[in-house]
């Protein structure tokens, strides 16, 4: 398994590109399901969960062509399997965004139940009901979910989510584009990444309207055809990113991003001390104020609130933060595995339920830790890039689900990392 070594206490300064939405790229790759015609998509980053993605079309019998690094030319024309398998689902939740395209096209679908990040439990049971709720009938068999269309097409209705939920929004609008009537989802998820999943089915043919708001409305259409579409820019990545110049007390000028996409994240860190200078729609400039980091509490929450996507990104800022400073998790429960690595960096966090108490300004020294999940990496590597001596980070693999060429990108700012591949020094990053 690979693992990183990483050398604290360099400032990270330079330029850096950020690549496309692995949130948007996933379901953006779903819909290619929707036609038979051929989807092409650019700006696919090449992580190994889009990889996973692609494997799974294709076992699907859909044909992926990449003309370049990241573009992926998808036609699903010669569709015979209408299933999901666990040795794929398990490594990935995202492979139940297959559900929504295949039950909406072909009236029939089957996906094991998922895995994916080591973050509580996560229920599929909103998607499924959901899919009731447009005609289909949904048992479990043997770890898999069975869906059919009992006349092999869903029928257009009021679906009123009581949780909002990303992938249930997602897999509802991809049902309801090519079922009979309309479709209104209420309490819908407001994502960024949902509005550009809405752009790609529309430039397909689908009717959709409202997506970025809470409600949501799909005018069934008979058939859709072939686009071309280039994915957003990862506001995760990029806020990563930020909180890398801050935690570093460095400078990092980041292209290619969607400021807009971040407006929670970016007010946040203004707060805790970060100046964030937009120096045109799609580049940020971003460093550390001179007056330094202060506390400030935060708590995730649906968009357009602070993404639970950066919480240990930002609890790793927090160690560094001059007071004490409580971090709200409630979007996911068992989401503060960073905290116990960061502990034992020398940090000092106390959790309670959903809460995590930091109390900053603590030196955090290099320590042999373990990454838990995609997330919580990022978290880890923050902090060892912050840190007094050299810190090995294990099962990295976690980080190489989301984030292309971390190590290649940070070496580029200046750090000290590298990747070790079964015990040997990789000089350059192998691409994942
Ligand atoms: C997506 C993102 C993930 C992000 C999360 C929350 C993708 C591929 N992943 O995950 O990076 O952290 O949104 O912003 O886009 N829930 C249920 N039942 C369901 C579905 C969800 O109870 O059927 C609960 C979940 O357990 C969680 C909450 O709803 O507590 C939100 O989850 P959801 O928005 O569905 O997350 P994902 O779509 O899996």
Same mark, same amino acid.
């Given at each position: 398994m690979d693992k990183f070594k990483v050398r604290g206490g360099k400032p990270l300064r330079g330029r850096i590109e950020i690549g496309g939405a692995k949130n948007s790229a996933l379901p953006c790759l779903a819909a290619t399901l929707l036609t038979a015609d051929t989807v092409t998509l650019h700006n696919?980053?090449?992580?190994r969960d889009l990889i996973t993605q692609r494997r799974l079309l294709e076992d699907l019998g859909a044909t992926v062509l990449t003309?370049?690094?990241?573009t992926h030319k998808v036609t699903a024309g010669n569709i015979e399997v209408f299933e999901a398998p666990y040795h794929l689902v398990k490594t990935m939740?995202? +492979?139940?965004?297959a559900l929504g395209p295949l039950l909406g096209r072909f009236g029939q679908a089957k996906v094991s139940l998922p895995g994916g990040c080591a973050i509580g439990t996560r229920p599929i049971d909103l998607h499924l009901k959901a899919f009731e709720q447009l005609g289909a009938t949904v048992s479990l068999e043997s770890g898999d979910v069975v869906a059919r269309a009992p006349k092999g097409r869903l029928v257009g209705s009021v679906i009123d989510f009581e949780k909002v939920t990303v992938t249930g929004t997602e897999n509802v609008m991809m049902a309801a584009a090519l079922a009979k009537g309309a479709t209104t989802i209420r309490n819908a998820a407001e994502e960024p990444e949902i509005e550009d999943l809405a752009e790609l089915m529309n430039k397909m043919g689908a009717r959709i309207k $409202?997506? $970025?708001? +809470?409600t949501i409305t799909i005018e069934g259409v008979e058939g859709l055809g072939g686009a071309e579409h280039t994915i957003i820019p990862d506001r995760i990545e990029t806020g990563t990113f930020m909180v890398a110049a801050a935690i570093t007390d460095g400078e990092i000028e980041i292209r290619s991003c969607r400021p807009d996409h971040l407006t929670a994240v970016i007010e946040k860190l203004r707060e805790a001390g970060v100046e964030i200078d937009?120096?045109?729609?799609s580049t940020l400039l971003v460093r550390r104020s001179s007056a330094g980091l202060v506390a400030r509490d935060v708590t995730t929450e649906p968009h357009?609130?602070?993404p639970t996507d950066m919480q240990a990104q930002y609890m790793a800022l927090m160690t560094q933060a001059d007071g004490e400073s409580k971090v709200i998790e409630t979007i996911f429960e068992n989401r503060f595995m960073h905290a116990s690595e960061l502990i034992r960096m020398g940090a000092d966090i106390a959790i309670s339920g959903n809460t995590a108490v930091v109390r900053g300004k603590r030196r955090l020294m290099g320590a042999p830790i373990l990454a838990s999940d995609l997330r919580a990496s990022a978290s880890l590597v923050l902090a060892a890039l912050c840190a007094d001596g050299e810190t090995v980070i294990d099962r990295v693999y976690h980080i190489d689900r989301g984030y292309e060429t971390i190590v290649r990108k940070l070496r580029s700012l200046g750090a000290d990392i590298e990747r070790i591949k079964e015990g040997l020094v990789a000089e350059v990053e192998t691409e994942v």
């Open positions: 696919v980053p090449y992580v003309p370049e690094l990241r939740r995202a +492979s139940v965004l $409202g997506a $970025g708001t +809470s937009e120096l045109n729609p357009p609130n602070f």
